[in-house]
């Protein structure tokens, strides 16, 4: 078993490895054709540009995407800066020269990896995927009884900050920072997805394609990771299976198949503010030219936000969302879960949690209001700040830095959290309702919690369960996202996840149950 | 500023000390040689198993003691001074204390077995003994074998401890069956076959008769009285505990087992009191034993001293018995009293239900006069602490525990009820038709 194992690990490490090597192979040579036709498609109507790719890049082969890379992304800057001198703003190009040099990349491309795109994915996505099953699905034996698995995890090098949490650290903040700063390195993977991509939406895949799939792939494994993990524990399995369910339906598949139905794309059910540029201008364009369908969304969206997630944080708590159907919560529960026990339990991380979630949540509604009296009243500036430079602030610094390189490249030495915990605006919002109206709270068993400290240790958003538990309090906290886990690993049955009437909720006793009846009542009579 | 002085920094010294500093002002020393800061001593298990480091066992921040100005000192007391109400420490250190509160918990059970002494030879009670675990048995090639005597609590978690680093485990004990001087029959027999799912070499009706030591003063091997020799790198003594009283033994403070006190945990000598495992009651407490070695009675116990030494008088009174363990994948959860046959009272009888495949089952304690309910065990079902302990209270017969049995579930939600079939067992049994009624949250929050 363990062999197989070890074949499972090895199989991975090739897939892994050559998915790591593309971005810096391929060979790359764009025909005036194709210059032409991105030209056209991206109304490109800069021909100091055009000239100078004609000058430099046309008809020369490129091996590797960065020479290639480091012409176009010049080119760009040098006709823009030529533009803005001689103020000809209809000739300057607003996209990125990443952006730009990803676009004319992925047109350039030849020789064997475009050639071979199904074995391509066959050899980094396919062997990845083989690969980690084999290496997953041993453990229905090895693990034998149902039951906890914690055994040795502070003891292995993955999962206890050794040297092999750091590498996947560093892998993972370095594979974020190229997909969202250097997008011209990704168009190797996006040749391997370019058929499924065609089938799916009839256009070839970018990088957000390939991201998207990765993802829903990431949580379909790690998914049967947790199956095996919890198989003892109906409410992980469901819970389990409903966010890898939105994640594929929802998240990957259906917007795809809108742009298919040349609908725009939407996800539904990303919620603002979390879905932070919903009403930025562009997209509010978007919707309204929709027709019909656009302005579904509309409504669909902004009744997500005033009226979903109130009723249905009243009802069940936040966990609805963040552990049941969001996909950041969705890759935390999944890929995330090994790294669970390393969210910081102090008072001090607490208070930063605090303030940064709820700094994050005022920048994101002050930007929207920003943004939406911009719309109405069709200024660029509010108050002398330009609203498009907030919009860009925000973008780069909370939806890039923070949700992606951190919120998920920070996962083997932070916790699987930090983004939901520290981040998210929409958890603060979900978590005001949660902690002030629902009838979701934790159970406290009346006297049986020893203080032995797993609850705490696996809280991956650092509450300190045991803290409650061991006085005989309800844990009532705005950040629990209900993911049961405190619940399954506590040795005495303490904890419970409950929906509940309101009363009696939130209960601080003094004096625990099975105790004098009489010293209680004292006690509690003074406080 | 009267000086309170705890002698031993467990459960019940903590819990003391943090209920008098939120009910007064008083200078708070607590004194232990164990560890600097107070850590979950049901936790040491999950530190060896790699479930969390040892500074998880910890349930309070290094900094809450100086914010709630506790002062901690790590030391050995050698001897109490009752007369000059003061403690002399291992270091010479002097302390004078105006109340002292012993509680200084348990000391493994050694029963003079030869070879005892031994290197690799090991009971499990303290940091320090995790500590020596880690040492002898840090993996099994270094251990090839362990041997366990003593079948307990502290035993059985000892055997999945070594099994959670594949370390062969011997496993020897007295009884016929596994802790049945607490389980009914069904459940210790159920216990019995989970041990031995889990690899573990259960020996009944067994005992320890020597240690062999090898050339260098370790232990190599035991024999039993079935005449069996063992070989083995690490043996634990698992036997029980008893009060760690011994530093007392001069000190003028009664002494029988423990440290012996009354109602409201006073000693014979005015102003010094015990609580915890230490403390021994002159006269046991309803079906309790004169002495409670369990976490929750420490806790209690604290809670009840703090108000006495505040000023309010107060007797440590317990509610109703529970307790709870884990044996190896099983929760295993008891209220109120359920003797096992060999000191079940005449008039006490069981219900039991056990699951056709799954290791869970339930037994209820009643009355045969008057069915009234004496007490639950469950095992691979949670129950709901505060129900089953109302019906107590209520003195509510078996038949009324069966029809609202819905409402003291504490599984967590989508797991499978079985309400239905152990009713329908029940009703089999005793000719009756009950059906058992729809949880109900009014129910469960009435009175609460
Ligand atoms: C492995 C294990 C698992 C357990 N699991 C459970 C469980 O699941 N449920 C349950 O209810 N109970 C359990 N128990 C029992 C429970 O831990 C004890 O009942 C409880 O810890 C006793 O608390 P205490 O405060 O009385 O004493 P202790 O926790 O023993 O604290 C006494 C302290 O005093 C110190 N001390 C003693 N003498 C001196 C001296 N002369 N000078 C200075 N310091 C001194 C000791 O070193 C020790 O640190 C378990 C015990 C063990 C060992
Ligand atoms: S408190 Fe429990 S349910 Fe809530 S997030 Fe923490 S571990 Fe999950
Ligand atoms: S896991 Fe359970 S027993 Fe342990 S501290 Fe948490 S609530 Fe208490």
Partial sequence: ?527 | MEHVVIIGNGIAGITAARHIRKLSNKKITVISAESDYFFSRTALMYVYMGHMKFEHTQPYENWFWKKNRIELVNAYVNKVDTENKTLLLQNSQAIKFDKLIIATGSKPNMFGWPGQDLKGVQGLYSKQDLELLEANAPNKEICKRAVIVGGGLIGIEMAEMLRSRDIPVTFLVREASFWDIVLPQGESQMINEHIREHHIDLQLNTNLVEIISDENGRAKAVTTDKGETIACNVVGLTAGVSPNVNFLKDSGISLGKGVLVNQFLETNIKDIYAIGDCAEQHQAIGNRRPVEAVWYTGRMMGEALAQTICGRKTPYNPGHWFNSAKFLDIEYQTYGWVFPEVSKKEYEQHFHWRHPKEKICITVAYHKDNKQLLGINTFGIRMRHQIVDRWLTEKRDINYVMEYLKDANFDPEFYSRHEKSIVAHYNSIFNTNITPKKKSWKRIFSNA
């Avoid at chain 1, 890379?69 to 760009?76: E, F, G, H, R, V």
């Avoid at chain 1, 070839?204 to 991201?211: E, K, P, R």
Wanted: overall charge positive; hydrophobic content about 45%.
């Fill in chain 1, 1 to 527: 078993m363990k062999a197989i194992k070890n074949i499972g690990l090895l199989i991975f490490l090739v897939g892994l490895s050559i998915f790591t090597l593309l971005p810096l192979t391929g060979t790359f040579t764009l025909s005036t054709d194709n210059l032409k036709k991105v030209v056209t498609d991206q109304n490109i109507k800069s021909e100091i540009f055009v000239q100078e790719l004609e000058n430099t890049v046309v008809g020369k082969s490129f091996n590797g995407v960065s020479a290639l890379s480091s012409k176009i992304t010049t080119a760009l800057e040098n006709a823009n800066a030529h533009h803005r001198e001689n103020k000809e703003y209809n000739k300057v190009m607003y996209v990125g020269p990443h952006d730009m040099a990803a676009t004319l990349a992925k047109a350039s491309g030849e020789g064997f990896i475009v050639n071979n795109k199904i074995l391509m994915w066959f050899l980094t996505f396919g062997l990845g995927i083989i690969g980690a099953l084999v290496f997953i699905l041993p453990n229905v034996i090895l693990l034998g009884k149902k039951g906890i698995k914690n055994d040795g995890i502070y003891h292995e090098k993955a999962t206890n900050r050794g040297w092999i949490a750091w590498l996947v650290f560093i892998y993972l903040v370095s594979f974020y920072l190229l997909l969202y700063f250097r997008p011209e390195y990704a168009v190797n993977w996006t040749y391997t997805l370019d058929p499924l991509s065609l089938w799916l939406s009839g256009n070839l895949a970018g990088h957000w394609f390939v991201y998207g799939f990765m993802y829903s792939v990431v949580m379909t494994v790690m998914a049967v990771r947790m199956y095996i993990k919890y198989r003892h524990n109906t409410y992980q399995m469901v819970r389990t299976t409903s966010v890898l369910f939105f994640q594929i339906v929802f998240a990957f598949l259906i917007p795809e198949i809108m742009v298919r139905l040349q609908m725009p794309y939407y996800d539904f059910k990303n919620i603002f503010p979390l879905d932070y540029d919903f009403f930025f201008q562009w997209n509010l364009r978007s919707l309204l030219n929709s027709g019909g369908i656009g302005l579904f969304i509309l409504v669909w969206g902004i009744a997500l936000t005033l009226v979903v997630v109130p009723v249905m944080v009243y009802f069940f708590g936040k966990r609805w969302y963040c552990s049941w159907v969001c996909g950041c919560g969705g890759l935390a529960e999944t890929l995330g879960d090994p790294y669970r026990q390393h969210s910081s339990k102090s008072l001090f991380s607490w208070k930063i949690e605090r303030w940064l979630i709820h700094g994050v949540l005022v920048f994101a509604v002050g930007m929207t209001l920003m943004t939406l009296y911009s719309f109405f009243t069709e200024s660029s500036t509010v108050l002398g700040i330009k609203t498009q430079s907030v919009q860009n602030a925000y973008s780069f610094l909370i939806g890039a830095i923070f949700a992606g390189v951190i919120g998920t490249g920070f996962y083997p030495i932070f916790g699987n959290r930090v983004w939901c915990r520290f981040g998210c605006p929409l958890a603060a919002y979900l978590g005001f309702v949660q902690r002030f109206k629902s009838r979701f709270r934790i159970t406290t068993n009346g006297g049986q919690c020893i203080s032995c400290g797993n609850c705490s240790t696996y809280c991956e958003q650092g509450i300190d369960v045991r803290a409650y538990a061991q006085k005989g309090e309800n844990i009532v906290r705005s950040s629990c996202v209900g993911c049961g886990i405190c619940s399954a690993v506590c040795p005495r049955g303490v904890l419970n996840l409950e929906n509940g009437p309101l009363e009696g909720r939130i209960n601080p006793t003094e004096v625990l149950l099975g105790n004098d009846v009489d010293l209680m009542d004292l006690v509690n009579k003074k406080s």
